[in-house]
Every structure is written in structure tokens, then in C-alpha cells.
């Protein structure tokens, strides 16, 4: 149970100067963010639990993929992105640095050079393949101009995947079942998304899809036509007509959460990595690479999800599913608690010495799924007032069923 | 359930050469790790799996303290390390890189400066106090000589906590309850271990204390006498003679997987923090500092339980609980998973196409806790074989019995 007497959530009435957009704006304001530098954030206990969920989320659909869980180093010797020609083309983004003996190293804004090394010569045979491994670690990217929160940060949380494979089929297999996982995750995370063609940029390889979160704070544009067929507009440099069947396209704004790339043998043969074929002989892996933006995904489901009050939590990746304020002392608020937990319902009580007004605006403000209050009123009939954050009316529930009703509708939401 | 055949744990027979200590080479040998630069390593699956219960052990028993989770970045901006004076008193350990616009920053050896400057003006009132928060994070540190694998890294995975208080004494009674989750996380990792009076060094305060685990790879000295005193042997500055008592010290090797500070006013004074009092007026925090080394955790934990076969896991921190090794076919091995599993134990399955002698010695080398191997003549008798990771007997055990002795043993070691 959390107690927003204990809990270190400093909530802000004023909109912060710097916050342009709502996902900026309300985590200062809920006081789930705060700036350590330009695009450099410290995530506060709701945001933490908030990116715990996410991640459990992300780890367990990588999982049911067969994909196994690594962590490699946020420091990458220069030597490693020579090999695979990255450190000229990379530019001013990559973070680099110098150790105490004067040797280049660089903050992973991604890990193909480190992956790639990492299976030479031990992911040897045909026999082993295809493998995929993931991790989910902190990556940097020093951007030109930091903004508008997580959206676009210099160090930020990742999910990064790569497969290895020994041929475009099967990487095409694997390329399908990432596609399916993201969809799940999406949807897990609460977010309206759509899948766009995109380039593949500086990762490099033949084909890549976007899931973007449509939200009109987005910084992508979206093409898209009739016919079914999105893009990342990017993609169409200026002509916004539709590659596949002529008709003008179009646009939207999107959030990009995730990408997936079809590598080909870009960096296996670059860096001169291979495997032992059923032939005898050595080959190039075949690979793809699969990311997504941890902390850009909580971002994200914010710009979805609010209203002039605050955040409003899909309840799988709230920091806590429900928010009891008492407003009179009682034996129920203990019993409601702990009939709650037995059922696995995270609970936050506001037990703090405020106004009811002032405990209804932080409520509102860091978008518990559900507000439960206990007034004089209302047990005076044996109820109290249950509010789904999304919705604006308060419903009188009698105190033997609401145990059932936060149940149900926690359980509605929850993707399994 | 783990498959042998699909799990990426690339064994090795040598031993590596730069390998001294049996944690480092162990964890080569086993395909836990592997170098991807000096004191820089990549986490393989085993590894990553171990790394998760040792860090989810943690964050159980910070949280039962009240400590509340966040996350800070591991980017600092130099002018907070001017601010407290360590910028210029840290040293070549301290990494050191510019942005792209020349602006200094540090990767994160510790969190004091951070943490610091995120409660201020914000964690303002003696009413919001005592406060407890921690972060699980990857932190760095450019040692000049890296070794030991994991032991003296320069890139490794920590727990660092920070508490803020009005006094002293409320200091005293969040260190006290600090020093039993300690207690409690050593003990659910396995470790055998003593606690030591040890130096402040660079982090500063009054009082420390350090945990450490006894091993003869340890790096530290321990001094103690018989008179229960115990401290970190450079405390001493070569007089091994007890200050309490006057008696002379016996020595020993210990590996520090945590340490406890006392900082008192150091960092609040020294960067000017205050919280407002009950008298009204500013005061700066009396605050204290706590780390665990997950990596170091997981290096020593091998240090005190291996032998000449390879690691032997406690189950409360083993990639599995148990192994199944099938030398046959039969219908026994998918029911002994599932029946296994159903009861909460963790499964590897030996799958692969290879001789018995090869599977039993990765078992070893990897170190699950127990092994079941299914061979036709124990099934003849309706049994299979069990044996003990840490006993060199095997048992023949009916198949009736099998599934109520592993859950047994496995919850006999699990303290809660």
C-alpha cells in the first residue's frame, strides 16, 4: 500500500515554463520527473513504478518470444564502432569520452557493434540459430536541442533486441513475431497505435516498420492512404503520394515507440562476424534489430491519456490501480484496503492532514485509474463513491460490493 | 522452463588465462560473461538471471523498510560536483566527458550531489522527514586496474540509498533498520559474511560500517579480535591492535559487497540544502548513505560456493532451481516439468544432443542447485536420480516422491 503521507511525490500547481506539452507538463507537475540537466531526468517513485510495469510488460512478452534477457555495457570501446565504420558516420549524437589512459570510448545510444562482437566466433553454428537477445538498459543520444520531457531526452530507457539468423526467411520469421510482441505490448501499455513503413536511417538495413502512439504532440508526421498503407512521412521526402497505388496520402501526427529493422548482413559482414553453414562453410548472419522506448512509451500514454486535470492511467501500467481518500475516520478505509490487496488491487491511501479539495486535485492530477471516497454521507447509507478516472461521474457503491466492482473492472482492463 | 538447446550459455573447457580468482573464472567458463572492454563486461542470460533475483531480493527489502524507488541519471553535470567540492577531489577515477557543447558532466560513481539537489526546496518540511530513497543502477568508476571479472569493475551494477533527517538520533534508528535489511539481503543471497567498522574514505561522515563477505580472493583485510570487534584493516593504519580493548587482532579476507554511512551535515552544508524546521527556521539535512554491489554480490556469492566442478548456487539466487538431465526417452520428463513447475520450481531442461558425461559437466560448471537425471535403469525401479549440487552423493528417489523432495530442499533454503 502506498501512502501519499510517505510517498515523495512533491506535486506542483503551477505548469512549469519549460513543459509544452501534457506528458512534460503533468509528470512536473505529479511530480514524477525532474530535470538533472538539459534532457537529463530523475525519475521520482511514481515514475518508477509506472517504469517498472512497463518494463515487466516488455520482458515478459520478449520472453514468451524465446528472446533471452543479456545486458551489455553502457561504455563501448571505440575500436568496436571503427570495425563497423559507425564512429565517422555516427556524428555529434554519440556521447563520447576518453579513460584515464586516453582511450575513445562512446555511451551506447544502440549495441549492434557490441552484440556482434559478443557472438563472434561462440554463436558459431547453424545448429544455433536462430537466437534472439534483448536487454533493457539506459542509452544516450546527445541531441542537438532536449525537449518536451521524455520525448526527447539525452539519456533515456530502451528495450533493444537483436536476432541472429541464417537466412532472410527466417529472420523474416522472427521478424513477424516481434511484430506481434510490440503489437501486445502496446496494447498492454494502453496505447492507440498504428505500424508505418519507415526508413531505416542510421541503423541501416532493407525494410523497418514504426509503431507509432497517434497523439497530435507528436513529432512525427504519418502519412497514410485509403488504401490501407502508413508511412513514416520522412520516408516520402516531399511527395506525398502513395508508392503503392498512386493516390495522394493523408497525414497525421505520431509518437514513435518502437522500431523494428530487418539488418540483412549490414553489420555481420562489416565487421567480417560469421557462422559455421550446414555446408561446412562460413556465412555473414543474417539480423534484425528491435527497439523500444521505455520512458518514451510512458510519454506517450500519457499524451493518450489526459484531460485538464491531469494524467489518466490505463490501470496495467498505473502506478497503482486504486486511490481511497477518507475524508472522516472509519473501521471501513482499513477493511476496504485490506479486502482490496487480498484480491491483488494496489492500493494508495491519501491519509495526509489536507482539504478534501486539495486531496481530489493530486488525485486527478497523478491519474490513479480509480478514486474511491469515503464520506459521512455516503456510510450513512453503507456506500461510498467510487469515480473511474476517465469518466466524470461518481457512482454511490454499497460497501458490500465494491471490493467486486474495483475488481471487475481493474481485471476488464487487464491484457493477458 | 530453460531448454539447454536453445539457452545461450556458451561453455568453455579452458580456463581463460586472464582469469585468477574462481568467481571470474567460473562465470567465463559457464557463459555468464564476457569482456567487451578492461573492467567492462557484457551479462549473458545465466548471468542476467541471477543479476535479476539478487536485484529483486533488494528491492523487497528496501521497500519493507519504507525506502521509497527512483531512478537518477547517470550523467551529472560537473557544476553540482563543484558545488559539493568533489570535482576537484575525486580524482582519475571519476569518468569525465563534454557534451556537444562542451559542458562537463561525470558518469555516476555515487548519487550524493544528485540526490541532494533533486529534495531541494522540495523535500522542505521537518513534517515530510525521515525520507528513504534508493535506485538499483548501473554506476562507473575508472579504477586504474581493473580485475577480477566482476570484483573490481569499472562499469558495475549498484544499490545506493539515501536518507534525510531532522536529527541524529532519527539518522541513527533509519541506519539501524538499514544495517537488518542488510543483514537480510546477505543472508537471501546465500552469503556468509561479518560486519566491519570501516573508513568514510571519499564519501565522507562520521560512522561506516562495511559487510563482508569472508572469502580468501577478498581484496579487503579484516582485522578482528576476540573481543567481537571487527573492522575494514585500513582503518588501522598498520596497528593491528583493537582499539576498544587493547588486545591484538587476527586477520582475514573479506570481499565489501555493501557499505552503511552516517554522512551527517557534509553534503547539505557543503551545497547549502536546508529543509524548515518545527521552529521554523533552516537547518540542513543530517542524512546517511547506503550501497549494495549487485555484481559484487553475485561475484562473491561463487567465492564462498564453488569447488573444482564449477559454481554451486544457493536456490534463492540460482538461473533455475534444478536441471533435469534425461538420458532416455520416457513420458517421465514432461510430467516431472510440469509437476515441478506447478508447485513454483524453476526448471532447466538438459535437451541437447550430447554424451551424458558433457551434459553432467555443465551442470557442474553452471551450478544449478539440484540435478535429476532420468536414466533407464533407476526407471526400471520406478525412480530417478537426485543429488544435491553441494553433496557429491546422488540418491535414487521414487518418481512419486521426486517433485515433494525438490520443493523440500528448495523451500528449506528460502528465507522469507
Redesign the interface.
Known amino acids: 500500500m502506498i501512502k501519499m503521507s510517505?510517498?515523495?511525490a512533491?506535486t506542483l500547481k503551477e505548469v512549469p515554463a519549460e513543459a509544452e506539452i501534457p506528458s512534460h507538463k503533468y509528470m512536473l507537475r505529479a511530480?514524477m520527473i525532474?530535470k538533472?540537466?538539459s534532457g537529463?531526468?530523475?525519475?521520482?517513485?511514481l515514475?518508477?513504478?509506472v517504469?517498472?510495469k512497463v518494463e515487466n510488460i516488455i520482458r515478459e512478452e520478449m520472453n514468451a518470444t524465446?528472446a533471452?534477457?543479456?545486458?551489455?555495457?553502457?561504455?563501448?570501446?571505440a575500436e568496436l564502432w571503427h570495425r563497423s565504420g559507425r564512429w565517422d558516420d555516427y556524428g555529434?549524437?554519440l556521447?563520447?569520452?576518453k579513460?584515464?589512459h586516453e582511450?575513445d570510448?562512446c555511451?551506447g545510444p544502440t549495441h549492434e557493434e557490441?552484440i556482434t562482437?559478443?557472438v563472434e566466433n561462440?554463436?558459431k553454428s547453424y545448429k544455433?540459430l536462430p537466437?534472439t537477445?534483448y536487454q533493457i538498459q539506459?542509452k544516450?543520444r546527445?541531441e542537438?536541442r532536449p525537449r518536451f520531457g521524455l520525448m526527447r531526452g539525452?539519456?533515456f530507457m530502451m528495450k533493444d533486441a537483436y536476432s541472429f539468423h541464417t537466412s532472410e526467411e527466417s529472420l523474416d520469421e522472427t521478424y513477424s513475431v516481434m511484430m506481434d510482441a510490440y503489437r501486445r505490448v502496446c496494447k498492454r501499455c494502453g496505447l492507440e497505435f498504428t505500424e508505418v513503413d519507415a526508413d531505416n536511417g542510421q541503423i541501416g538495413g532493407s525494410e523497418s516498420c514504426e509503431f507509432m502512439a497517434l497523439a497530435d504532440s507528436g513529432e512525427a508526421e504519418i502519412a497514410y492512404c485509403d488504401c490501407g498503407w502508413a508511412a513514416d512521412a520522412e520516408m516520402l521526402e516531399g511527395e506525398y503520394v502513395c508508392p503503392k497505388c498512386g493516390k495522394k496520402c493523408k497525414t497525421t501526427r505520431g509518437i514513435e515507440v518502437g522500431q523494428v529493422f530487418k539488418l540483412g548482413t549490414k553489420y555481420s559482414e562489416s565487421m567480417n562476424i560469421n557462422y559455421t553453414g550446414e555446408d561446412g562453410k562460413e556465412h555473414p548472419f543474417v539480423m534484425g534489430c528491435y527497439g523500444i522506448g521505455v520512458t518514451r512509451m510512458m510519454a506517450a500514454a500519457i499524451e493518450q491519456w489526459n484531460d485538464e486535470n491531469g494524467i489518466m492511467w490505463d490501470p496495467q501500467i498505473a502506478p497503482a490501480h486504486v486511490v481511497i481518500i477518507p475524508l472522516t475516520e472509519t473501521d471501513v478505509t482499513d477493511k476496504l484496503v485490506s479486502d482490496l490487496e487480498a484480491y491483488g488491487i494496489e492500493v494508495c491511501i491519501d491519509d495526509r492532514d489536507e482539504r478534501p479539495g486539495f486531496k481530489f486535485k493530486d488525485a486527478d492530477l497523478i491519474g490513479w485509474p480509480y478514486q474511491i471516497t469515503i464520506g459521512k454521507r455516503s456510510l450513512e447509507n453503507n456506500c461510498v463513491e467510487f469515480r473511474d478516472r476517465r469518466e466524470s461521474d461518481k457512482k454511490e457503491i454499497s460497501i458490500d460490493k465494491i471490493v467486486d466492482v474495483v475488481v471487475n473492472e481493474v481485471q476488464s482492463h487487464i491484457i493477458r
Open positions: 510517505q510517498l515523495y512533491p511530480g525532474r538533472c540537466a537529463v531526468y530523475s525519475f521520482l517513485p515514475a518508477k513504478l517504469m517498472n524465446g533471452q534477457e543479456i545486458l551489455m555495457p553502457v561504455m563501448q570501446p555529434p549524437e556521447m563520447r569520452l579513460d584515464r582511450r570510448f555511451l557490441v562482437s559478443l561462440e554463436l544455433q537466437t537477445l539506459v544516450f546527445d542537438i539525452r539519456e
